[in-house]
């Protein structure tokens, strides 16, 4: 067999793996050489596919936000984000260029209502004198406005907008309200809160203001103040970012702000 190895120019590997080709099919074409690797449509998209992958790209979409916008168009066809970071790639727009940051911004800020950040944040043991148990903010705030809504929960699954499952979204009980809705749901980049930042500079201020060296009786003495609160930094806080306005003063709609609070189970605009 050596001598056959030798003659043939080929190594006992190659041999069996052609011999198991032939044996495992009963083709004879099977002892041909195969293109090795895998075949070439196999390994690119569609080119309608890279087309609406670049064009979502050029509006400053991250290839997580890129999926998220075509899984419900493309289905099957949606590549996956790594290979989505291939596409981009090959066409050198795995980073942002200045004009598609600046259309990335352009999605942003028009008016009150557009665009709103949700988030949820831990709160102490400590804070509660009479309960010790684990609870959580979530928040949601408009982009434009700077409005913001907060509420104490017990359960962070509850929080079903934190672990929506990306192949469930006309089944899965929060992501089936925005689909009826006609609201589309931008996912953050993981790990990167800068992608959720006005939410973020929303937790740092309540922090300062509210939260931090203080202790409240129990949780629903703690939700009073931070309705109290959120009426102030709605209402009656200049925002720097605001030009000095009030998100109030921001809000184009014309709805009065305390109208928010009149139901304490939640948002009511």
């Known amino acids: ?75 099957s066809l949606t590549p996956s984000a790594s290979a989505l970071y291939r596409i981009l790639r090959d066409h050198d727009m795995n980073r942002l260029k200045p004009p598609q940051k600046a259309n990335k911004r352009r999605i942003m800020k028009h008016l009150a209502g557009q665009l709103g950040h949700i988030d949820c944040h831990h709160l102490g043991r400590d804070m509660m004198v009479d309960d010790s148990r684990r609870r959580y903010l979530v928040c949601l705030l408009d982009d434009c406005a700077r409005l913001a809504w907060a509420r104490v929960v017990d359960d962070l699954t509850a929080l079903t907008v934190m672990f929506a499952s990306k192949n469930r979204l006309r089944t899965h009980p929060f992501e089936r309200l925005p689909l009826e809705l006609g609201i589309k749901h931008r996912y953050t980049r993981p790990y990167r809160p800068q992608t959720n930042g006005k939410v973020e500079r929303f937790w740092r201020t309540l922090n300062q203001d509210l939260i931090e060296d203080t202790t409240f009786d129990n949780a629903d003495r703690f939700q009073t103040e931070l309705q109290q609160y959120l009426l102030y930094d709605n209402e009656h806080r200049p925002h720097q970012a605001l030009g000095a306005k009030t ?23």
């Open 247 to 269: 998100p109030k003063q921001m809000n184009q709609n014309g709805q009065r702000i305390g109208e928010l609070y009149s139901d304490d189970k939640g948002w009511d605009g």
């Open 1 to 75: 067999m050596g001598d056959f190895y030798a003659h043939h120019k080929i190594n006992r590997q190659t041999f069996l793996k052609y011999y198991h080709h032939f044996t495992d099919s009963g083709d004879e074409a099977a002892l041909l050489p195969q293109k090795r690797g895998p075949k070439w449509k196999a390994r690119r998209a569609p080119g309608f596919v890279e087309q609406q992958v670049l064009g979502q790209r050029a509006l400053g979409n991250n290839r997580y936000e890129i999926y998220a916008i075509l899984q419900p168009q493309l289905g």
